[in-house]
């Protein structure tokens, strides 16, 4: 089965199953099963399996997975068994609290580079990191290899910076802008150009998320399932 063939969908449940387990973990439980995930995670028991079945075969008929392995799996399956360098393209206060979030680190992303064009932030040290002046990229990732960049940039300016991260090489971004990144195309075609083809884009918009909040508030009957009273409280008591 090739990498198109599993849905978006499923790699996002993943990610819901890998906090189930960590907390089941944190609780010393030792085994799960289908249904109890399901449950938890607000799914069936056949899509938990049908997800898993994506890439292997992780627990014993009749007697469920065992928690440390089928966690040890996901975390294998999602990529994070490996260190991600990542820089955040815009470090005003948006930028400064992505940088300053401490749950990034427990999953082997480490931010080596922080970037902005505001002369007034240039040169500030967060973290223990220099904020470097965004011209300043590709010279950058010459000496250090990044992985992935985070814009947290103003919308009219999330496609430019968008390009300068991609043109230095970076094929992973997470984009908190309130716009939509549109990959460069050869003229008179919608086909990406050659160093697009292999970046993935994802978008993380809190405005979008409040005005659907706000539709589905007023709206308590149209309401899909993951909106029923899925907010978790983290082990140290934040909320996720």
Do not use: C
């Not at 992780?58 to 820089?87: Q, S």
């Not at 985070?150 to 991609?166: G, K, Y």
């Amino acid at each position: 089965m090739s990498s198109q063939d599993i849905p978006t969908a499923a790699i996002s449940r993943l990610v819901t199953y890998l906090r189930i387990l960590e907390a089941l973990e944190l609780q010393d439980v030792s085994r799960t099963s289908s249904n109890d995930l399901a449950e938890r995670a607000q799914v069936t028991a056949f899509q938990v399996r049908k997800d898993l079945a994506y890439f292997g075969r992780f627990g014993t008929r009749g007697m469920g997975y065992t928690v440390p392995l089928l966690k040890r799996e996901l975390v294998r399956v999602l990529g994070l068994n490996r260190t991600w360098n990542v820089v955040i393209m815009g470090v005003g206060r948006l930028g400064q609290a992505i940088a300053n979030y401490p749950g990034a680190s427990d999953y082997q992303f480490g931010y080596v580079g922080l970037f902005d064009v505001n002369p007034e932030i240039v040169g500030q040290e967060i973290r223990g990191l220099r904020v470097r002046h965004a011209d300043d990229l590709s010279s950058f990732v010459r000496t250090q290899p990044v992985d992935l960049g985070f814009l947290a940039v103003p919308p009219e300016h999330a496609q430019a910076a968008a390009q300068t991260l991609v043109s230095a090489g970076i094929r992973g971004v997470l984009n908190f802008a309130p716009t939509i990144i549109q990959p460069r195309t050869h003229p008179g075609s919608s086909n990406p150009t050659d160093e697009w083809k292999q970046v993935s884009v994802e978008n993380v918009d809190f405005l979008a998320g409040m005005k659907r909040l706000a539709f589905y508030t007023l709206n308590p009957s149209l309401r899909p399932s993951e909106l029923n009273g899925t907010v978790e409280l983290k082990p140290d008591g934040g909320l996720s």
